[in-house]
């Protein structure tokens, strides 16, 4: 059985080479044996990261192979498995030897290019099965369960003791190692460092959605509101009425934008309509002259003025309004009240614009101009730098389904 580790620590060696030793000017010469302690020896292989004694400290070390025997007499034990898999390949170490000895550099230099950063942490108790341990019939309920728990992998103990119940003490645990199913060791639970990624966006609505869309995000406004409103309402001229329903905004409101030029009011006004063909109020208008000439009178200039007129523009031509009552229960006109309305002013790309700023929305709008200005993903640093908007910008246009934010391996 293998006895003893090759390893390379993890720390700066000030190695003076001497002429009469021509291995020792090999970077692979910069090795150093240890004793493997029995819990490892069915699991220790080359390119795992471990934990060593060197000088007066603990350091990681790389093992870069087993051996049978020591060039040393003397030899200190490994003392834990940082991580239970091997971080290293045995691919990546042949390179490693090769680059090594081609360019005359230390091998932990050169193994380290092959690592993530912060691949180090400080080990701790760790429970793990021993492979191709069988398991017997006789075990206690929580010996079932903390072995069901291994079967995943190494668990430390610490993750043992949750839940109102300790699979770690030493009831449970001691009798699993005295009859090998179980070993104690120490080194790195938590997961290995992840390969770096970085943030991209993308743009992922059409022009038609992120126009309907982005005036309704940013902060309230009623004025806002009442733009948005009037351009999304199918009817050109909606009631006063209506739009302080739809919108919830108040008459005073309405005037005052009007007073600003972002809308137009029209008064509710009477109008005129005619009950009888032209001809027949013509020959009506005759008859009436003599015995009821007001009546006439009101009734040629209605005829004049044409349907629709209102009443406002009969009483400037001099009508008053009992002839035109009197014209109503004859039955030859009838007067239709005809509520305020209220339109835009502006054209509606005017508004839309009034819209995103009146919301606080230039900032979004500045990204989805970007982005549709670019044909692919970009980097999010870049457009962070592009726009000089902050994370919440894009929070807001992610959860309204505008852009896709995506993390890609680098």
């Known amino acids: 059985m293998t006895k003893f580790a090759e390893v390379v620590v993890n720390v700066p ?15 692979a010469g910069l090795t150093f044996h240890y004793s493997i302690p029995p819990d490892l020896a069915r699991t220790l292989k080359p390119g795992h990261l471990v934990r060593v004694p ?31 898999d091997p971080v290293l390949t045995s691919t990546q170490l042949r390179l490693a ?10 091998l932990i230099y050169v193994l380290k290019l092959f690592l993530p950063p912060r691949l ?80 991209y966006v ?10 309907h869309t982005l005036p309704q995000l940013g902060r309230p406004n009623p004025r806002a509101d009442v733009l948005a409103y009037l351009l999304s ?20 409101l309405l005037k005052r934008m009007a007073k600003d030029g972002w809308v137009v009011l029209t008064p509710s006004a009477t109008r005129l309509v005619f009950l009888r063909p032209i001809p027949q109020l013509q020959e009506e208008a005759e008859r009436l ?38 014209l109503t229960k004859r039955g030859l006109i009838t007067l239709v009240r005809d509520p305020a309305t209220v339109h835009l002013a502006p054209p509606p790309e005017d508004a839309e614009e009034r819209i995103i700023e009146l919301r606080g929305l230039v900032q979004h709008q500045r990204v989805i101009q970007v982005l549709m200005d670019e044909a692919e993903p970009v980097w999010i640093g870049w457009l962070y730098a592009e726009t000089r908007v902050d994370r919440a910008v894009l929070r807001d246009l992610e959860a309204a389904g505008l852009i896709a934010i995506a993390s890609e391996e680098v």
Not at 292 to 317: I, V
């Open 13 to 27: 060696i000030h190695h003076r080479p001497r002429p009469d030793d021509p291995a020792a000017y090999s970077p």
């Open 97 to 106: 030897h090769w680059m090594a000895e081609t360019y005359l550099t230390p």
């Open 289 to 326: 002259a003599r015995r009821a000439p007001a009546q006439s009178f009101a009734l040629k200039k209605a005829l004049e003025l044409g349907a629709g007129a209102s009443t406002r523009e009969l009483y400037a031509q001099g009508v008053g309004r009992a002839p035109l009552q009197a």
């Open 233 to 252: 309402t199918p009817d050109p001229l909606p009631t006063v009425e209506q739009v302080v329903e739809a919108v919830g905004c108040s008459p005073q």
């Open 120 to 199: 180090t942490a400080p080990p701790e108790p760790v429970l793990m099965l021993v492979p191709d341990a069988s398991i017997p019939d006789d075990l206690t309920p929580e010996q079932r369960l903390l072995i069901e728990r291994l079967r995943k992998g190494p668990q430390p103990e610490r993750n043992l003791r949750v839940g109102g119940r300790n699979l770690a003490r030493a009831s449970v645990v001691d009798p699993l190692i005295a009859r090998g199913i179980v070993q104690r060791t120490r080194m790195v639970a938590r997961p290995r460092p992840q390969p770096r990624t970085e943030e």
């Open 54 to 84: 060197f000088r007066h400290s603990q350091v990681d070390a790389i093992v870069i192979a087993l051996h049978d025997q020591s060039p040393v007499p003397e030899t200190k034990p490994i003392l834990a498995l940082v991580y239970p």
């Open 202 to 211: 993308r743009l992922i609505a059409d022009e038609e959605t992120i126009a």
